[in-house]
């Protein structure tokens, strides 16, 4: 019989910490191995147990559920899931969860004490299980200012020049924390545009947009339709939208039925830029689970680009670009904090 996967429930209100016990239990692969009432409490309870994965509430006394997370990314790294009313409403406080360490997050349908947390049950057990396969030993090390590779003059366009170049970049689980190490180390003259696909549902990629913009050169935000590509400009797809390009300056955007269950999907903005680029593509896929993006991976290989993935040992889900490993259409394969560098490399080859 294979071993249960033992999860610590951490909520400050003992109904919530019995009702999430008791939706994730109804799954016969999931034992709770305990509750704990706080951050303190869940630190304590985190080294106890060594739990495959914690679910975190955030507002909790004595110690918040984000600086808990903080500690136990740096004491006892163990994947996280964040539940909690916040990561509905307040998104850039999801953000930072994701960005400290959390492998996902599942929001509670209706606040603090959610009566209707049945809704999210599927949700939940499918993210447990998913986090109890993340590899999260990188995710606790904090992301070290470094200067950004600079671009020899000669390959440098004035910013806000219309691009003969495009980076695409992809990301899912962990990908949020992935691309604070990537985005940042990017410089400002950038001699591309970047488009950047991270599964993530409506209202929390444009705080993504916003914090990679407060922590980068380049000027970062979350797409709009009718947008113009520009070198050292970088656009997030917009949760729940496709983002496409509808000639080869202009971004559009639109609601087509879901690619490989998820909108935005990677492969669709690879599949309308590839008619516009061609072989000046260079595609990025990162962490995450499934197979997004290596359909359009083999798409700018066809078309004599280049492409990098991200290497399993600093991946929190080895899925996306493993795949594109296996299908041999990966150029470069690297740690996430050279992946920056090797960007720039490829862009004045």
Known sequence: MAKKID?????????MRKV???????????????TARDGLDALEKVKKWKPDVVTLDVEMPRLDGLSALERIMRECPTPVVMLSSLTQEGS????????????????????TISLDIHKVKEELITKVKVAARASV??????VVAVPPKPVVPSAVMPVGAIPDKLVIIGSSTGGPNALQQIVPR????????????????????????????ETSQLEV?????????????????PGGYHMVLISKTVIGLN????????????????????????????????????????????????????????????????????????????DRILPVQKIADEIVTMLVQ
Do not use: W
């Open 92 to 111: 850039e406080t999801t953000i930072r969860a994701l960005t400290i360490g959390a492998v996902d997050f599942v929001p509670k349908p209706s606040g």
């Open 7 to 15: 999860v610590l429930v951490v909520d400050d209100s003992a109904y």
């Open 255 to 330: 609601q087509n039925p879901p690619v490989h269950s998820v909108r935005p999907a990677v492969d669709v903005t690879f599949e309308s830029a590839v008619n516009y680029y061609k072989s000046q593509i260079v595609g990025v896929i990162l962490t995450g689970m499934g197979y997004d993006g290596s359909r359009g991976m083999a798409l700018v290989k066809k078309m004599g680009g280049k492409t990098i993935v991200q290497n399993e040992e600093t991946s929190v889900v080895y899925g996306m670009p493993r795949v594109v490993v296996e299908m041999g259409k990966a």
């Open 221 to 237: 935000r979350e797409a709009r339709e009718g947008d113009v590509l520009q070198c050292g400009k970088a656009f997030v797809a």
């Open 186 to 213: 990017l410089p400002g003259n950038l001699p591309a545009a970047v488009l950047i696909v991270q599964h993530m549902p409506p209202r929390f990629t444009n705080s993504l947009a916003n914090r990679l913009n």
């Open 20 to 34: 999430v016990s008791n939706l994730l239990q109804s799954d016969e692969d999931i034992f709770v191995v305990d």
């Open 137 to 142: 030993v990188n995710l606790g090390t904090p």
